[in-house]
């Protein structure tokens, strides 16, 4: 089935009033369709004169308060490594460090993974502290195909078309939603089995079960993997303790700690014509 951004919003309005939900709720539910983004073409162009840095847009979790309806898009960008910006040699700093930033809501969330722990992990910055409010330069993928058979998953697969994976949870108690998204980098496929396994990240991945403020405090780096449409397990980046040869151990950050959620998964293929 192809889905294109009008097909995609009539489809939740209508779907809203087949539920008997309100004409207010089934405007929300067409605010909230999702057109996969074509994350090739996606990037957050920043402003600052003294650095108009462009990042690679590499995931996006989109944030929905079931108790009005609003919705926020969080873009997760691609990491790079600390550096001396503009220097005229010795580009990278020698005590250097991963460096990711996530935007949404008009704040900047930065992670930046040291050697060992450190005080400034994570940390929510306003845009005026760093690059200013970033332009979205987004595109969506022109032509989207939902893939929701083994058959046409290994097709898309093998045929090395782009696919793009959507996953969305929830938590009734706060009444938040989230649908994460991103391009799956790792697919597995076995044809004895007739299964496929994503594996994929990093993505912003949301806390749901209480409401930050702001809103973008609730995300954290972490892997997604699913078989089927009706769980996913992650495993999130966060402290974590080595043993070392001797005795004792060193503190770093670490994907580790799996854990598995009921979601609603579905993966499309990003066809250009």
Request: with cysteine.
């Amino acid at each position: 089935m192809t889905i294109t951004r009008r097909e995609a919003i009539q489809a939740a309005a209508l779907s809203a009033c087949a539920l008997g939900i309100s004409t207010t709720a089934a405007a929300a539910a067409e605010k909230q369709a999702m057109p996969p983004l074509d994350y090739g073409l996606s990037f957050l162009c920043c402003t600052a004169k003294f650095n108009s840095v462009r990042f690679w847009v590499e995931s996006r979790t989109r944030i929905i308060d079931d108790n009005n309806g609003s919705l926020v898009d969080f873009h997760q960008c691609a990491s790079c490594k600390s550096e001396n910006t503009f220097g005229k040699k010795d580009l990278f700093y020698a005590d250097n460090y991963d460096f990711l930033p996530i935007w949404g809501g008009g704040k900047w969330l930065i992670f930046r993974r040291t050697l060992g722990l450190n005080k400034s992990y994570r940390k929510v910055s306003g845009p005026e502290e760093v690059w200013g409010v970033p332009e979205l330069n987004l595109r969506e993928a022109p032509k989207a195909v939902v893939i929701d058979t083994w058959e046409a998953i290994r097709d898309a697969t093998a045929a090395a078309i782009p696919i793009v994976s959507q996953t969305e949870i929830a938590n009734p108690e706060t009444r938040l939603r989230a649908i994460i998204e991103c391009p799956v980098k790792t697919i597995n496929i076995s044809h004895e089995k007739k299964m496929f396994q994503v594996d994929t990240g990093p993505i912003g991945f949301p806390d749901l079960s209480r409401r930050t403020d702001p809103l973008i405090d609730c995300l954290r780096l972490a892997f997604v993997a699913f078989n089927a449409p009706g769980f996913a397990d992650f495993i999130a980046e966060q402290e974590a303790q080595v043993p070392c040869d001797g005795g004792g151990a060193a503190e770093v950050y670490h994907y580790t700690k799996p854990f598995s959620l009921p979601t609603k998964n579905r993966l499309l293929a990003l066809r250009k014509t």
